[in-house]
T-cell receptor, first 117, second 113 residues
Framework: ETGVTQSPTHLIKTRGQQVTLRCSSQ?????VSWYQQALGQGPQFIFQ???????GRGNFPPRFSGLQFPNYSSELNVNALELDDSALYLC????????????????FGPGTRLTVL | AQKITQTQPGMFVQEKEAVTLDCTYD???????LFWYKQPSSGEMIFLIY??????QNATEGRYSLNFQKARKSANLVISASQLGDSAMYFC??????????FGAGTRLFVKA
């Protein structure tokens, strides 16, 4: 059983640029969630994808967008980067039996550390 | 609105002793899940234990147990026989019917030799 993987591990961008982060879910999982963790804080929920559709979103602007692919891997895209976007971005995968039954354990990847200059 | 509160910014425990990390939550969802994660300095979030709101028994995973008191809306993590490798940040988290997971601010645990 393979765990959750994320790429790249580190990334440096400048303000105004766009970035794409990638996540491969754990084998057997069909749901992916993305989180932003600023230094010294707890993770903040960005959104969740199930069956290639977004089915939950936190308080993040539309310039944060995502995709889930048929193999359940996922991308997080951030447009018009701002300095405050500098953070550790975590991806978590889980298994959802049905749309109302997705309350199981989430397993996290190692994260992508994004620095915006 | 959902909320997770961890009131202990930092905790010290002697090696081999037990420690309790506090977590209280607030939600109007009838069905929800509660998690505890460990985050070492490397940054990776390590799943420790999960409790569903309808689970009758407290969850246990090795040295970790979750003291779930539904009426009090608390989900404290108990670590028995602390080890030096337990030094890390610990986060309590909750997922509800809206599929939005929220995390507490975390508790930094220091295990003393």
């Amino acid at each position: 059983e393979t765990g959750v993987t994320q790429s790249p591990t580190h990334l440096i961008k400048t303000r105004g640029q766009q970035v794409t982060l990638r996540c491969s879910s754990q084998s057997g999982h069909n749901t992916v969630s993305w989180y932003q963790q600023a230094l010294g804080q707890g993770p903040q929920f960005i959104f969740q994808y199930y069956r290639e559709e977004e089915n939950g979103r936190g308080n993040f602007p539309p310039r944060f967008s995502g995709l889930q692919f048929p193999n359940y891997s996922s991308e997080l895209n951030v447009n018009a980067l701002e300095l405050d976007d500098s953070a550790l971005y975590l991806c978590a995968s889980s298994f959802t039996l049905a749309l109302l039954g997705g309350l199981g354990e989430q397993f996290f990847g190692p994260g992508t550390r994004l620095t915006v200059l | 609105a959902q909320k997770i509160t961890q009131t202990q910014p930092g905790m010290f425990v002697q090696e081999k002793e037990a420690v309790t990390l506090d977590c209280t939550y607030d939600t109007s969802d009838p069905s929800y899940g509660l998690f505890w994660y460990k985050q070492p300095s490397s940054g990776e979030m390590i799943f420790l234990i999960y409790q569903g709101s309808y689970d009758q028994q407290n969850a246990t995973e090795g040295r970790y147990s979750l003291n779930f008191q539904k009426a009090r809306k608390s989900a404290n993590l108990v670590i028995s026989a602390s080890q030096l490798g337990d030094s890390a940040m610990y986060f309590c988290a909750m997922i509800g019917g809206g599929f939005k997971t929220i995390f507490g601010a975390g508790t930094r645990l220091f295990v003393k030799a």
